[in-house]
């Protein structure tokens, strides 16, 4: 809803501005990018390996960019990095509060 709202402000925009053939071009390409099922799929953390979860309305293609993300994950290790880097938080933050740098 919120990319339906952005794309006819900025195809209005355009209009105004630039041939039409310019607008339609530009709102083909944003159309794309801010398509909701290239985003489904959220990476839960604090588990011990990658899981992701998909919204209710998603389609075909929004579950195949989840499984495209998972596999992401996976071939980079991102809940690995998650780990490590919330254990780095961790230990800061517990320095600024005993007053002790690690």
């Known amino acids: 809803m919120v990319s339906r709202h952005l794309l006819k402000t900025l195809s209005?925009?355009?209009?105004?501005?630039?041939?039409g053939a310019e607008t339609q071009l530009l709102s083909s390409i944003l159309s794309a990018q801010l398509n909701p099922q290239r985003f489904n799929g959220a990476s839960l953390s604090g588990l011990h390996g990658s899981v992701v979860k998909g919204h209710g309305h998603a389609t075909a293609t929004g579950f195949s960019f989840a499984i495209e993300q998972a596999i992401f994950e996976i071939e980079y290790a991102v809940p690995q990095l998650i780990g490590e880097r919330t254990a780095c938080i961790t230990l800061s933050n517990q320095g600024k509060l005993t007053g002790t740098r690690n």
């Open 12 to 19: 209005k925009m355009l209009d105004e501005t630039t041939a």
